[in-house]
């Protein structure tokens, strides 16, 4: 059955939303995460956008909120539009109850549609439904548990929607969730990021609103982006902040006609990460791929990239890039995979390889303005979404307790215990590749100009120490 038309039900309301919240009622995925900055309207846009469907016969909705309490704001909502200005709570029909206190907070019309309130507190409350939707309230203050065991399920039978009105509160499961509706693999997903600033009705002057700059002048930077930005990344030390999710992450073909480049930052007990990007004539960079493993030796890794990976169609691989402390496996790759290089320049020169990473995050201006005046943008490194370890990295990357030019495990003499150390595998790949070539200017293989045997070590010298042949290598002097 065809539910009711929104703009003309939301004309009849008298419920006028602003643009941003037309992109939420607008969309038609299954479910729905939007993460919203505080007075964007978030209880106002899921309450209204479920209110059509309450018209439909034999259905049946919930609220879901952390408690009661904050369950009621969509609940408060629907009341007041439906109960009070539309006059329905005269329907001598009409079951409801509105205690906040106990609880009990439902509408159940004389068409056998039901909606009502439910607390993840008690999720003895959550068993045995069959829904056709549900809003997740303040999704990111839930448990995982809570969607995954008991709600989800509920939403089977009908194959029912759900919607997460919410603001964000860091890395939790909601953000794994909200992930998925940035990718466009996952049709049934569909996510958003809306800054207080986003509702004109409230802030008028958008992201300079007298108000908004008050908040900002008058808070920590972390709680005013988490808060007011809807920024789900923000915290103290973050090494990235110029990465964003929404611009940097999108859908990344390989594309046979550009140069095409491997990096790897070697790992047994720590992940193996390897990257395959890819650069253009504007010194665009495209990560089409990534491989991330811990426990394997790396020959499984090789036997793994030369007979099981799937590669699209004219596949080539130009130039490897590796780290030059381990030589051992930088002649293994050269022996039994392909041409890799590895500079100590590359290595050694830790915030000089993190400025370089910086500069492709940066926003460039690549236009005059789009219709509302804002010039046209773009950073000069973007991920595919299916790099989710590096983009779990650059979400995450803090700066290291040292007051050192070099993370502590980088300093000379000093290494940090396995334990230790960060989630910084496939960052420090990438920014292994990019130094290679931005700033040490590698971009051919020395076996381009020499046989294998010229450049392995002569007889009775060990890779470890090596002959000029195998330091010509490793060194990248060519």
Not at 6 to 32: C, D, G, I, M
Not at 168 to 194: I, M, T, V
Not at 221 to 228: A, D, M, N, T, V
């Amino acid at each position: 059955m065809k539910i009711l038309d929104k703009v003309k039900f939301f004309e009849t309301l008298e419920y006028n939303p602003h643009p941003k919240q037309w992109l939420f009622h607008r969309a038609v995925s299954r479910f729905r995460i939007a993460c919203c900055g505080r007075r964007f309207g978030k209880s106002t846009m899921a309450a209204y956008d479920l209110a059509p469907e309450l018209f439909l016969p034999r259905r049946r909705y919930w609220i879901v909120g952390p408690t009661y309490d904050l369950g009621e704001k969509e609940f408060r909502v629907l009341w007041d539009a439906l109960i009070i200005k539309q006059g329905l709570g005269k329907e001598r029909r009409l079951k409801k109850a509105y205690n906040k206190r106990s609880g009990e907070m439902f509408m159940e019309f004389p068409w056998q549609t039901r909606v009502e309130v439910r607390s993840a507190d008690h999720p003895e409350f959550l068993v045995g439904e069959s829904l056709h939707g549900v809003i997740v309230s303040e999704a990111a203050k839930q448990k995982r548990d809570t969607w995954e065991r008991y709600i989800r399920a509920a939403l089977a039978d009908y194959r029912g929607w759900a919607t997460f009105p919410t603001t964000p509160e860091g890395f939790n499961w909601l953000y794994s969730l909200w992930q998925l509706g940035q990718d466009p693999s996952y049709k049934d997903y569909q996510s958003w990021r809306f800054p207080a600033w986003d509702n004109p009705f409230v802030y008028p002057g958008g992201r300079e609103d007298e108000e908004i700059t008050l908040i900002e002048r008058t808070t920590s930077p972390e709680w005013f982006l988490q808060e007011i930005g809807a920024d789900f990344a923000s915290f103290v030390g973050k090494i990235y902040s110029e990465f964003d999710e929404t611009v940097h992450v999108t859908r990344v073909d390989y594309n046979p006609g550009l140069k095409s480049y491997m990096t790897v930052d070697w790992g047994f007990v720590n992940p193996l990460a390897a990257l395959w990007f890819q650069t253009d004539g504007e010194d665009n960079v495209y990560i089409w791929r990534e491989h991330y493993r811990a426990y394997w030796r790396l020959a499984e890794h090789i036997e793994y990239w030369k007979h099981q990976m799937d590669n699209p169609s004219d596949y080539h691989l130009d130039l490897i890039f590796g780290d030059a402390e381990d030589p051992e496996a930088v002649a293994q790759m050269n022996y039994d995979f392909g041409p890799t290089i590895a500079l100590p320049e590359a290595k050694k020169n830790w915030r000089q390889g993190i400025e370089c990473v910086k500069r492709f995050l940066k926003m460039y201006q690549v236009g005059e303005q789009d219709e509302y005046g804002t010039p046209l943008e773009r950073p000069k490194l973007f991920i595919d979404h299916s790099c989710t370890n590096l983009i779990h990295e650059f979400n995450n990357y803090r700066a290291p307790e040292t007051r050192s030019d070099e993370p502590a495990n980088e300093q000379p003499g000093r290494k940090r215990p396995v334990t230790a150390k960060q989630d910084d595998h496939a960052l420090d790949a990438l920014r292994y590749g990019l130094m290679h070539i931005y700033e040490c200017g590698a971009t051919r293989h020395l076996s381009e100009v020499m046989t294998f045997q010229e450049m392995m070590p002569t007889a009775g010298e060990s890779p470890s120490t090596g002959g000029e042949g195998y330091f010509t290598l490793t060194r990248g002097r060519f």
